[in-house]
């Protein structure tokens, strides 16, 4: 059965703050009820993740990104061809534009949590920096799942 909620978190372990996403996605596991979530994790998102949005009523998108402005941004997503389209390592924004491509249908609300990031060198841990923005990320995410609603999360966006 596929669960109504997907939070996709992606990043690199190895990579210093690239670890955000699945670290984020390690709280949610140890904190969150997961009745109607399903938590996905990867290195980086694929042509083949569009699939993974089928049958969903939200989608959550979560990464590190040093271009971040605040300690992290939440906003909804739309389906775009971007320069990332044709790569090995796609925006989530190309992603949905698969979805659409092979599905023929708008994606499910899909939403984005960017975590503001320093470093991402190979080797390094999580700064001390990225470790406060994603203890905050972490009360966001909490707040934001204990009403999991589409109107709800529009209320949250940063944009």
């Not at 959550?60 to 090995?88: E, R």
């Not at 999580?126 to 204990?146: R, W």
Request: glycine fraction near 4%.
């Amino acid at each position: 059965m596929i669960k109504p909620i997907l939070i996709f978190g992606y990043g690199n372990l190895s990579r210093g703050d690239d670890a955000l996403g699945p670290l984020l996605l390690e709280h949610i596991e140890s904190h969150c009820d997961l009745t109607a979530i399903e938590l996905l994790t990867d290195f980086q998102l694929q042509i083949e993740h569009a699939l993974d949005l089928e049958h969903r009523s939200l989608i959550l998108f979560v990464d590190a990104s040093v271009a971040c402005i605040n300690t992290f941004d939440f906003s909804q997503l739309s389906a775009a061809k971007d320069k990332s389209y044709t790569t090995h390592a796609m925006s989530p924004a190309a992603v949905l534009a698969v979805y659409v491509s092979i599905k023929k249908q708008t994606p499910p609300p899909c939403f984005l949590l960017c975590i503001k990031a320093e470093s991402m060198e190979l080797g390094e841990g999580l700064s001390s920096a990225a470790e406060n923005n994603l203890q905050q990320a972490c009360l966001f995410i909490k707040q934001l799942l204990q009403q999991p609603t589409l109107n709800h999360w529009l209320e949250q966006t940063s944009y």
